[in-house]
């Protein structure tokens, strides 16, 4: 396991991102669209994947080689052997972002609304993508990716995200500046 940063792009038609999946990031977990609020998703969707340039990159090393600084991280030694950490950012590129701000300044907050969801759900399915690949990453060394965490779920602080980006040496180009491979489909 090398402790080296490695960029995946990754095909947005590979996400699984539904029009349902959308409207509850919209509206919240308990919320059931209308006919035209469906057809509003599902027609965002449309426009997200013009938008989106899925990507991610990772490292992983020994956690006993991880600095101090990782000692936010919901960790115990079970004595099941040695143990790795696998930092892992994705992005699905500023454009998505960007069309938000224009559609706000437009006066259109609803299409605002429903695209950032969709930006949502696309950064979720894409994470999902992520703890697959790093699974199958893992296996080949014999080992298994442990549940995902990262900054905002639990006890860990949100500004762990800097420590984060630095653990990987991602930078907000990183994604478009380092080589990168695709993912075999």
């Known amino acids: 396991m090398k402790d080296t940063s490695i960029a995946v792009k990754f095909n947005f038609k590979y996400l699984s991102v ?3 999946d959308v409207a509850r990031y919209a509206g919240g977990s308990n919320y059931r669209p209308d006919a035209e609020r469906k057809a509003l998703a599902a027609d ?5 994947s013009a938008l989106v340039n899925p990507a991610f990159v990772y490292t992983t090393r020994p956690l006993d080689t991880a600095d101090l600084v990782f000692s936010f991280l919901p960790y115990e030694n079970n004595g099941a052997g040695k143990s790795f950490l696998t930092s892992a950012i994705c992005t699905i590129g500023p454009e998505l972002e960007s069309e938000i701000s224009k559609l706000m300044a437009q006066g259109k907050a609803l299409d605002a609304l429903f695209l950032d ?6 950064l979720e399915a894409l994470s999902d993508e992520v703890h697959s690949h790093l699974n199958k990453e893992a296996a080949k060394n014999g080992l298994f990716a442990g549940c995902r965490f990262g900054p905002g779920y639990g006890n860990i602080p949100v500004d762990a995200q800097k420590i ?3 653990s ?4 907000p180009s990183a994604f478009s500046s380092r080589k990168a491979v695709s993912l075999p489909r």
């Open 18 to 20: 539904t029009p349902e």
């Open 168 to 171: 990987v040496n991602a930078m």
């Open 44 to 48: 965002i969707l449309k426009r997200a």
């Open 117 to 122: 969801a969709a930006g949502v759900s696309l």
């Open 164 to 166: 984060l980006f630095e």
